[in-house]
């Protein structure tokens, strides 16, 4: 049997009792499939249930091959050696018995038929840019990035049937995408991939966009569904101003049948009070015109409930897909003012910042380097979450920094809750009142953190930091669009723009560094940080 994934009649709902799927069918077969949809649409949830992670409260989840699965928040045992992450560890110690002379059984028993597991481990490390952290350091000793690869590098050698990817170039700079986008193109069996990456899903087959709870199909990569969608869109509003001006239309025929009925009961009332016919006569024409002018109300009233419902449905064809709106109160910066200073600092570790580093009134700067150069222990230290080896940080302004982990939030706590902590001050309804600019109304305001999608996530810690007293006047970003779907993330740089305070923002993103216009470029390198050209930026 090829390998292949169904899901059939699935249900899940999360304990606090939001419903993600209710009958959901799709399947999944041979190729690469790109899974999209917005943030809190289920993709995440659903990568869990084909893995085994979830149970569903209804349906099945059935899988032809074995299951290889990366999570979006990859999380290794820091004391593993890296042989054992990749789970070749007791291969490894029977070989190496077996050349030293040990011919024990079970040995042989361990080694199987794969005497070069070795070999192999190497140059899939190779593959993926982690040739030179070798078999025996400590995954404590790789940076998060390189913690991610290394993850699929141990998926790699089991050689999956199946190989489900989370949001897979999180944490990972510019080289090791590249990577990345190889190990995807080279894939040959089944692959579902969640990403907002648009190059990682142009390498896709298809893509499957689940939205309300389905998943609608389109044939080809990333750019052949957003023209499909297009077409698609284009198609759904011209519908819109059809069923609309139908619509009206009900709705005048109706009026003009009232009015025409109002006039015909006069008549029939003069005709009535006058007595120019026979009473029997008379009564039989009062009811006739009763049950006729009823049968003619109730049929417009039908004609207009049908043309409502035209509408309805033609306006849910169209997408509407909300987005995050970011207002950013008493932020401004004036030219010049000096907003952070770095004095001969060195981080525990990573690059060290040689003489001083001045950071003026509302400059951008971005922070760029290779995975583990230390680009988030310098944010966390200028933060203060980090005592620094030596040297000093000055912040003249409030600020802020958000860390990619996100980890500011209590998963106990529900959104609401986790933005009132930073705020202690702010009413109840000042703070629902924020957080429905972040998309989280009503009861969503009340779901707790634990229970929230990577994007979902983003947003409450977002709002929190917004809504804290005082007000941000230096933002530091730790990867910020590592969560988000392509509509948050094009919300979030519009709200950048607006935004009046100075900007650090650490990404491996160059597209969204680009697009928030960025007036310094600092690179991690060699254990220094220096200013370069954007020019010189890959």
């Not at 606090?16 to 799709?26: N, P, S």
């Not at 042989?83 to 110690?93: F, T, V």
């Not at 995975?371 to 988030?376: D, I, M, S, V, Y």
Request: charged residues 30%; aromatic residues 6%.
């Amino acid at each position: 049997m090829s390998p292949s994934i169904t899901c059939t009649s699935l249900a899940f709902t999360w304990p606090d009792g939001t419903t993600v799927f209710e009958g959901l069918d799709a399947a999944f077969g041979p190729g690469r499939t790109g899974l999209v949809g917005v943030n809190g649409s289920g993709k995440s949830t659903l990568l869990k249930l084909i893995a085994g992670e979830l149970r569903p409260a209804d349906g099945a989840v059935r899988v032809a091959g074995e299951v290889g699965y990366l999570p979006q928040n990859v999380t290794l045992d820091t004391a593993l050696r890296v042989d054992e992450a990749l789970g070749i560890a007791a291969h490894r110690a029977a070989l190496h018995a077996i050349e030293a002379g040990d011919v024990a059984e079970q040995h042989f028993e361990t080694v199987g038929d794969d005497w070069d597991v070795e070999e192999r481990a190497l140059a899939t490390l190779g593959e993926l840019g982690l040739g030179h952290i070798g078999l025996d350091r400590t995954v404590g000793e790789v940076s998060g990035g390189e913690s991610v690869l290394l993850r699929l590098a141990a998926l790699l050698l089991r050689r999956p049937d199946v190989l489900l990817l989370d949001e897979p170039t999180n944490n990972l700079d510019v080289y090791a995408r590249k990577r990345l986008y190889t190990a995807v193109a080279g894939w040959p069996g089944v692959m579902v991939v969640v990403s907002h990456d648009r190059q990682l899903l142009e390498l896709v087959d298809q893509i499957a966009d689940l939205r309300s709870g389905e998943v609608t199909w389109y044939g080809g990569a990333f750019s052949a569904y957003q023209e499909a969608l297009a077409v698609e869109q284009e198609a759904a509003e011209r519908m819109v101003r059809v069923a609309e001006a139908d619509f009206r239309k009900q709705k005048r025929e109706l009026v003009d049948a009232q009015v025409k009925l109002a006039r015909r009961k006069r008549y029939g009332q003069k005709m009535f009070e006058q007595k120019r016919e026979p009473k029997i006569v008379m009564g039989a024409r009062k009811r006739a015109a009763q049950e006729s002018a009823g049968k003619h109300r109730i049929m417009h009233e039908e004609k207009l409930a049908e043309a409502r419902e035209r509408l309805d449905d033609a306006v849910d064809a169209v997408r509407d897909d909300d987005e995050i709106r970011v207002d950013l109160p008493y932020t401004a910066v004036p030219p010049g003012r000096s907003v952070l200073t770095l004095m001969d600092l060195e981080p525990a570790y990573g690059a060290r910042v040689k003489g001083g580093l001045d950071l003026r009134g509302p400059e951008r700067v971005a922070l760029i380097g290779r995975n583990g150069a230390g680009k988030t222990t310098l944010l966390r230290t200028v933060a203060g979450e980090l005592e620094p080896v030596s040297g000093e940080v000055r912040a003249h302004v409030p600020l802020r920094f958000l860390p990619q982990r996100l980890d500011v939030l209590d998963p106990e706590l529900s959104v609401a809750e986790n933005v009132a902590r930073f705020a202690p001050a702010a009413t109840n309804n000042r703070v629902r009142a924020r957080l429905a600019r972040f998309l989280f109304r009503g009861a969503r305001a009340d779901q707790k953190a634990a229970t929230l999608s990577g994007g979902e996530r983003f947003r409450a810690a977002l709002a929190a930091l917004m809504l804290a007293e005082p007000a941000p006047q230096l933002l530091m970003l730790d990867e910020p669009t590592n969560n988000l779907d392509m509509a948050s993330v094009r919300q979030l740089t519009s709200a950048l723009e607006s935004y009046e305070g100075a900007l650090v923002v650490a990404s491996h993103d160059l597209p969204f560094l680009e697009s928030i216009g960025i007036t310094r470029w600092l690179l991690m390198e060699e254990g220094e940080l220096k200013e370069i050209d954007p020019e010189d930026v890959e």
